[in-house]
């Protein structure tokens, strides 16, 4: 059995440099039937459409064979217990299991119980989104070769996002300069630059990680509305006036909210970049924890 990835923690910069070399040669050839025979399944409690079908694809480009397994009707909506399902899909013995949840913790807290699989975080709660961090840093060292001394403003509702908490964490670990930007309701408290005032922060920055909203995981209203949002933090074609900002988002992106259509479409945007990276990448995850 290989090792887990619950946490971008896990994953020392020397494995990272070795995730994206394998993610490197299967952008430029394609895979080959490097995990024939290896099974994946999908469990996502939470909804998805990129980490989920990224996952597939990723896996069945190395020949593995995928089971997207249907929560609604698994026998969790049964009452059974999540061990419970957790270590019966483990004794059929997948290779791995990528798990959403949204809860924070629940993927490392099941990989305590796996006896064969190993365990892929695919988001749990606000809490990690590793998979997500490695396909972002992975696409800004793809656009500026060396990522060291770059700075990058992230955008939006930090404090309940999961894939800022992975981001923060790897970017920060390969010398990229972070600085939180959101009203003071969305701002953590970690020791890193903060402001309020997006105009003053795009005057000094490389590149962009904007954020979506996470209403859901909002207990009360912690804004008037995401018009008043958009008002003070959405990046358009008029903030950027033709500024050389690279822009990022994880996706799905609330259009006209956290980004223009002019900035998601324009040419900044390394939006549909990072999709595309992230099944590599993905790819380079899976080879290297099922095969090292
Ligand atoms: N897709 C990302 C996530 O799962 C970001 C988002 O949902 O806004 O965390």
Redesign the pocket.
Known sequence: MGKHLTSIGDLENWEVEKIFEYAEEFLERGGNGELKGRVVINVFF?N????RSSFEMAAKKLGAEVINLDVERSSTSKGETLFDTAANLDAMGPDAIVV?HRWAGVPELLSKYLRHSVIIN??DGAHQ?PT?ALLDLFTLRRKWGDVKGKKIAIVGDIRN???ANSDIELLTRFGVEVTLVGPPQFLPQLPLPKSYKLEEVLDKVDGVIA??T?TERHHSPTFASLHDFAVLYQINGEKLKGRSIVILH???VNRNVELSDEVVEGENSLILEQVKNGVAVRMGILKYLLEG
Do not use: F
Request: proline fraction near 11%.
């Open positions: 939470e998805s459409t990129r980490t959403r695919g988001g989104h997500q996002s999961r894939v954020l979506r996470q994880p996706g799905p």
